[in-house]
């Protein structure tokens, strides 16, 4: 038995608890039935449920329901189209749902499992700072899926990995002026080379035809 200011009173008989209650102007409020002996407490019921509904409506308020939704990918998609499904995923993902990546074999496709493997780790890994991965990529029947569920706290934006030795190619030099004049040098040597072979060979070929003329107007021999 347990009085309104929270304090134990020990076992006691119904009878006894109720006339307590009834004196205090409050209501004989069973706690816990399933204990022996039963607890009860004395207590305003009214309050008690409304005490009890409001803990009840914070909790709810507390949780998080996800609602799954679907992004479905081939296992020879574009880089583009890609990047287009990823960015959907994203925004799902930030609008506090679940996704569920799907990768669809179509006839001789499901011998390549291994390429819709590459697609759904690739997938993981640019969503990474938005999910977690909360089911490995398994394959059902023709399908291979996985699901994502978002973080409570974003790490940052996701990132799209390129496929393939797109990948593994460093970053692409740009020419500086150093390059740039080294370049210019590099036509004009060749130029005036172009330039220098035109005017030896003009001489030559002007004699040529010259011999030529020479040749055409010179009388034949006479027989």
Do not use: W
Request: glycine share 6%.
């Amino acid at each position: 038995m347990i009085d309104d200011n929270g304090e134990q009173l020990g076992i006691m008989a119904t009878e006894d608890a109720l006339a307590r209650a009834r004196g205090a102007g409050l209501d004989l409020i069973e706690v816990s039935p399933n204990a022996q002996p039963p607890v009860c407490k004395i207590a305003d019921y009214g309050r008690l449920k409304y005490e009890q509904s409001k803990k009840d409506k914070d909790a709810r308020k507390k949780q998080r329901h996800f609602e799954l939704k679907e992004v479905k990918l081939r296992p020879k998609i574009e880089t583009h189209d890609y990047e287009t499904k990823a960015r959907m995923a994203e925004r799902l993902l930030i609008d506090g749902s679940k996704i569920k990546v799907t990768i669809m074999f179509r006839g001789r496709e499901i011998t390549y499992t291994s390429f819709g493997r590459r697609l759904l780790d690739r997938m993981a890994e640019d969503m990474a700072p938005l999910a977690t991965l909360e089911r490995e990529a398994r394959l059902e029947g023709r399908n291979m899926f996985m699901i994502l569920a978002p973080r409570a706290v974003p790490t940052g934006p996701p990132k799209f990995s390129p496929l393939g030795r797109e990948k593994d190619a460093g970053p692409v030099k740009e020419p500086d002026d150093a390059d740039l004049d080294d370049a210019d040098l590099d036509d004009a040597d060749l130029l005036e080379e172009q330039t220098s072979a035109q005017d030896t060979n003009s001489p030559g070929n002007g004699q040529t035809r010259e011999s030529d003329g020479d040749r055409q107007s010179s009388p034949s021999p006479s027989v």
